[in-house]
């Protein structure tokens, strides 16, 4: 028979537990989006050394797994004299993971944006960089937030694997106490409910942003 009743006294653990999840996700979402800009202003450049850099990065970030990159960052980094905390590790591993596939979607967003605009700028004068930060990232971001949305998400599930690296978010506390009072489903649908929980609430506030938007493009 299932008891709850186990898991009643550890909520608050699992409560806390869920909030360094959120700000594992969150920390690790924005390095990702930072990593991804770069990475697809790269990826875009006339300037081949940067193409061939950024496509190697996204090529070996997304042709390994999440997991492995996970043990590199955590285990291997000590042994060439780079030593990282738990939280540390996890938040560059799955920052340059999701980096990868955010450069993909930032990509696809700024080449949505018709020629003819950029045309039009050059033709006013207006510099690279210039033309980037006011007619081309701003279409690009806007076109990109779904998708965006989809991988902060899958970031946020992710971050689980963080576990395995003695990070204390929900997944390792859950297992912890699971462990010790031999009640695992209780503890992991519990822990279950939880991220979906989390997971309700990040879709919540990004149909809100693509709500937002929408209204403001008409």
């Known amino acids: 028979m299932l008891d709850f009743t186990l898991v009643s006294d550890f909520i608050p653990f699992l409560l806390q537990a869920a ?5 594992l996700s969150i920390v690790s979402i924005i390095l990702g989006l930072l990593l991804g800009l770069v ?3 790269m990826k875009i450049s006339k300037v081949r050394p940067l193409v061939w850099i950024a496509d190697f990065y996204i090529w070996v970030i997304r042709g390994t797994p999440m997991l492995v990159q996970l043990f590199l960052v955590y285990f291997g980094l000590p042994q060439v ?5 738990p939280f540390t590790a996890g938040v560059i591993a799955l920052g340059i993971n999701s980096g990868a596939y ?3 979607i930032y ?6 944006v018709p020629k003819g605009q950029t045309e ?3 033709s006013l004068g207006m510099s690279y960089a210039t033309i980037m930060k006011r007619i081309i990232l701003p279409q690009a971001i ?9 991988q902060a998400i899958s970031m946020l599930k992710d971050s689980s694997l963080a576990s395995l690296v003695t990070v204390s978010e929900l997944m390792m506390v859950s297992q912890r106490f699971a462990a010790t009072n031999y009640a695992f489903i209780e503890f992991y649908i519990t ?4 991220y979906l929980f989390l997971t309700t609430i990040f879709s919540f506030i990004l149909k809100k942003i693509e709500f937002r938007l929408s209204v403001s493009d008409h």
Not at 107 to 112: A, C, T
Request: no cysteine; net charge negative; charged share 15%.
């Open 81 to 85: 004299g780079i030593e990282l905390g």
């Open 120 to 122: 039009a700028a050059q």
């Open 191 to 194: 822990a279950a409910l939880l």
């Open 107 to 112: 990509r696809g967003g700024m080449l949505s």
């Open 19 to 23: 909030l360094v999840t959120l700000e």
């Open 142 to 150: 806007r076109v990109s937030i779904p998708a965006l949305g989809n």
């Open 102 to 104: 955010i450069a993909e």
């Open 39 to 41: 990475a697809a202003l």
